[in-house]
């Protein structure tokens, strides 16, 4: 919600909802609360195309998967990140993971980052899916105000799939962080408002109709 602040500059409520593990369900995919149990899963989603390999994705290398979900439940309990591991709703097989990340819940705030699939899982429904249902929870249930993502500037497979969401881009952070492989990158940024959420709704469903056609219930 938005309000009107004492300077007369736009304000904005907090999260209405505090944040907690949930599981979120739809379109083929589920987004369970990641817990150590999915070490073996995510292992297995990244060998599959060996994803480690890219400098620009937080990919865990291999025996490295229980750091890497503990680092994530850390960022959870001390309230910035919310992640998920994501599966196939038909065989539950883990083939992904994304979060929640950067939560400022005071400005009603946050970012979707940290997603990788399986290769076999990439260029489907999967990703559309997914980012369905974090920005319906995030909206409709929390009531965000501003929803963002942040991509390595050479990774233009990330850049034109955040674009297709109907994300508008923020701009450019120049030298801002670190490559797995120690070279520094530019970060790109993105961003849906509230306001723009009911247009990107439509669209999204309108993308993700053919696949409740070849799926029905």
């Not at 739809?26 to 990641?34: A, E, K, Y």
């Not at 850390?74 to 709703?89: C, I, R, S, W, Y």
Request: charged share 20%; hydrophobic share 40%.
């Amino acid at each position: 919600m938005t309000l009107s602040s004492e300077s007369g500059q736009p304000a904005v409520c907090p999260f209405v909802t505090p944040f907690h593990p949930i599981q979120l369900e739809g379109f083929g995919v589920i987004l369970q609360p990641m817990r150590l149990a999915h070490a073996e899963g995510l292992k297995n989603a990244a060998s599959d195309g060996k994803l480690w390999n890219l400098v620009y994705t937080s990919v865990p290398e291999p025996g490295q998967e229980t750091t890497y979900i503990e680092a994530a439940l850390k960022g959870q309990q001390d309230g910035h990140m919310l992640p998920f591991t994501v599966l196939d709703a038909k065989t539950k097989k883990i083939i992904g993971t994304t979060r929640y990340h950067d939560i400022v819940a005071d400005i009603a705030r946050l970012e979707i980052g940290y997603t990788w699939y399986a290769k076999s899982w990439q260029r489907t429904h999967v990703n559309t899916a997914c980012k369905y249902l974090l920005l319906f929870y995030a909206f409709q249930s929390l009531q965000a105000n501003v929803v963002g993502w942040r991509t390595d500037i050479i990774n233009h497979t990330s850049q034109k799939a955040i674009e297709r969401l109907g994300a508008k881009k923020d701009g450019v952070l120049r030298g801002h962080a670190k490559r797995r492989d120690g070279s520094v990158r530019d970060t790109v940024m993105y961003s849906v408002t509230r306001e723009e959420w009911p247009a990107i709704k439509k669209a999204l469903k309108e993308k993700l109709a053919a696949f409740n056609k070849n799926n029905p219930a």
